[in-house]
């Protein structure tokens, strides 16, 4: 799906839930959509502010936590630092650095099916976090 076709959805799914369709909420859909690091909140917000510099930290986060209630994004958690987040929401995995905190997409075909109940949990989806050290990173050891 395109990145029109994808804030289109969007602006349909925020007027199905009665969901007022600003400008900053455009703006922080449009540069998660824009950028595969998977940024963190903060992240998106340094980009927001250069072209709407009176939006609030806050309003970014309230913003993000919306998409991901409407399952337009995903949060991608890992034991490294911020919680990081992605327009991606095709089931995927990531590659993350265990030294920069890099992510990377990657897909490939796993044949298994996680059961729908596991050690007491229900099961909704799954991804696989692949740890490693990036290219940059490795450059830098030599």
Known sequence: MSK??????????????GLKITPQRVAVYEVLLSRDDHPTVEDVYNEIKKKYPFVSLATVYRTVETLEEMGLIKKVAYWGGSVRYDANISDHHHLICTQCGAIKDVEFC?????????????????????????????????
């Open 4 to 17: 029109e076709e994808k804030l289109r959805e969007f602006i349909e799914a925020c007027k199905h839930v």
């Open 110 to 142: 796993i044949d298994w099916t996680p059961p729908a109940r596991m050690e007491g949990y229900r099961v909704h989806n799954y991804s696989l976090h692949i740890y490693g050290v990036c290219s940059k990173c490795q450059a830098k050891e030599n």
